[in-house]
């Protein structure tokens, strides 16, 4: 199983909202990541979670908040959004940070109105 | 700052052609990876291709290969006998103090029939 799955694949929010963001891996993998890619360019690093830890905060706004309850799932907390928030969010696993690969889930498009 | 450089927006080519996607990185460190993954318009990105630094023979699976030329800091991607499935935008990436994915601005690459 080399698959990494995030759900929802679609999610449409108020700016008052608060909603999750789910991704799960069952590959062994030790490290986890989120990225934000806004349309036409390319992922940028949110988050690194290594062994369960935060690792990398890239100055993110505090209304993401990640989550990373066991080795298998990682979760980003959404509230109070704004409208240029809307993005496609990705995670991505790999062995280990600096591993060889890094897996990526088929993302959610998330739509802040 | 930009670590990696794509200089190619969008590319065109007809099917069963020969393509080449050039890619440009800065890096002080001596040994790292080197990635190209695809993006398809499913969104998910796909690793298509590694290239380890320290080894000098370039990286090939089937129609995919790369010109590795370390010292120019050059990692171009070439795809042999192009097929409709190759349409994609594709990123060059690599790892940034082992924690980092870093990516390219991307080409957008069309297979024409």
């Known amino acids: 199983d080399t698959e990494v799955t995030q759900t929802p694949k679609h999610l449409v929010m108020g700016m008052t909202n608060k909603k999750s963001l789910k991704c799960e891996q069952h590959?062994?993998?030790?490290?986890m990541y989120w990225y934000k890619q806004k349309a036409k360019k390319p992922p940028e690093l949110m988050f690194v979670y290594s062994y369960e830890k935060l690792s990398i905060n890239e100055s993110v706004p505090s209304r993401f908040s990640p989550e990373c309850p066991n080795s298998s799932l990682l979760n980003l907390h959404l509230h109070a959004l704004q409208p240029e928030d809307s993005a496609l969010y990705l995670c991505a696993s790999s062995q280990a940070l600096g591993a060889r690969e890094a897996f990526f889930g088929q993302g959610t498009r998330l739509t802040v109105v | 700052a930009q670590t990696v450089t794509q200089s190619q927006p969008e590319m065109s080519v007809q099917e069963a052609e020969t393509v080449t996607l050039s890619c440009t990185y800065d890096t002080s460190e001596n040994n790292y990876y080197l990635f190209w993954y695809k993006q398809p318009p499913s969104r998910q990105m796909i690793l298509v291709i590694r290239?380890?630094?320290?080894?000098?023979q370039n990286a090939t699976e089937n129609r995919f290969s790369v010109n590795f030329q370390k010292a120019a800091k050059s990692f171009s991607l070439k795809i042999s006998d192009s097929q409709l499935g190759d349409t994609a935008m594709y990123f060059c990436?690599?790892?940034?103090?082992?924690?980092?994915?870093?990516f390219g601005q991307g080409t957008r690459l069309t297979i024409n029939p």
């Open positions: 590959m062994g993998h030790r490290a």
């Open positions: 290239q380890e630094a320290y080894k000098q």
């Open positions: 990436a690599r790892f940034k103090g082992a924690q980092k994915l870093v």
